[in-house]
């Protein structure tokens, strides 16, 4: 009989001593019209159609001072084309969220389309990749601080 009671009563003591970690998902991030129109946002939506245009000059441009000096046009172009040549060619693009930071800057998340055919049966498909632009204000103005797909 004790050892019945034993059986029941540790489980239900450690149950009690360890608190509830209560854990839920969030709803979905709505994109309000004060997101939509905030410079870090249309900053991010510009480097988005320069990347599916091809346009490097514009992309670097918007680069930070320091980002600018890693990332050429030519290399954007290299960069681009094994984006292409691995993902397939980017033909539209989504906001999904900006994530929080504690700190000034804000990372953006973005769903890029694309397009790409299968080697063997020839049949084109879809695919969506995520890509991730931070930003930051420095000097009165908004800077790519780095871009990247995930």
């Known amino acids: 009989m004790i050892r019945k009671s034993l059986l029941i009563a540790v489980p239900l003591f450690a149950a009690l001593l360890t608190g509830c970690t209560v854990v839920r998902e969030l709803p979905p991030q709505e994109t309000t019209e004060e997101?939509?129109?905030?410079?870090?946002?249309?900053?991010?939506?510009?480097?988005?159609s320069c990347f599916i245009r091809g346009d490097g000059d514009t992309f670097v441009a918007n680069m930070a001072p320091k980002g600018q000096s890693q990332l050429t046009p030519e290399q954007f172009k290299k960069f681009r084309a094994e984006i292409i040549e691995?993902?397939?060619?980017?033909?539209?693009?989504?906001?999904?969220?900006?994530?929080e930071m504690?700190?000034?800057?804000?990372?953006?998340?973005?769903a890029v389309r694309m397009k790409k055919t299968n080697a063997q049966s020839g049949k084109e498909f879809h695919q969506e990749i995520l890509f991730r632009v931070v930003t930051a204000r420095a000097d009165g103005r908004v800077y790519v601080l780095s871009v990247n797909f995930l």
């Open 102 to 110: 504690p700190i000034a800057f804000k990372p953006q998340i973005w």
């Open 35 to 48: 997101v939509r129109q905030s410079p870090e946002y249309r900053l991010a939506q510009e480097m988005l």
């Open 86 to 99: 691995a993902r397939g060619e980017p033909v539209s693009f989504r906001y999904v969220t900006t994530l």
